[in-house]
């Protein structure tokens, strides 16, 4: 995915937390176990913040895009994460087990850590910049916390 500049790197941000959000959000109301609900709620919290934080600085800094931009922005938001949804997490076993699920948001971590570092190459302001590099590692934080639950969850 390329972003043009700082403005629209802030944008497709809140747009992968949003996509982050629904999917997360769909996938509450589809497990069954107590277990893996409660592995979502933890994801949940942690995408929730990410949002605010991405929101609260595109408000600082950005005018907002027309319609026919934000339905651009929209899709390269959907395109960054989770690109299959809630089915994708399903084929992943996702909605059935911790592993299905801590595997599936490990390899979303992945993707966001990528992109977030590669926002951040794009932001002329320093202060964007560092923020976008501190969720990359906030977000390599989440990813090495999965690959800890995956490594207990592995007999």
Do not use: W
């Not at 629209?8 to 609900?37: D, F, H, N």
């Not at 319609?67 to 949804?85: C, D, H, N, V």
């Not at 089915?87 to 977030?116: I, K, P, W």
């Amino acid at each position: 995915m390329i972003v043009k500049d700082q403005r629209e790197a802030l944008c497709v941000a809140c747009e992968m937390e949003r996509r982050a959000i629904a999917v997360y959000e769909r996938a509450l109301t589809l497990a069954a176990s107590e277990e893996v609900k409660a592995g979502i709620r933890q994801i949940l919290e942690d995408e929730r913040e990410h949002l605010r934080r991405f929101s609260a600085m595109k408000t600082q800094c950005c005018v907002d895009y027309d319609a026919e931009e934000r339905l651009l922005i929209a899709a390269m938001g959907a395109e960054a994460l989770f690109p299959g949804g809630v089915m994708e997490m399903r084929r992943a076993n996702g909605l059935t087990s911790l592993t299905g699920l801590y595997t599936f948001a490990r390899d979303s971590e992945a993707d966001a850590v990528r992109a977030y570092g590669s926002f951040a190459d794009k932001c002329a302001d320093p202060q964007v910049r560092q923020a976008f590099q501190a969720i990359a590692r906030e977000e390599g934080t989440h990813l090495a916390a999965l690959e800890d639950q995956l490594t207990a969850l592995t007999p």
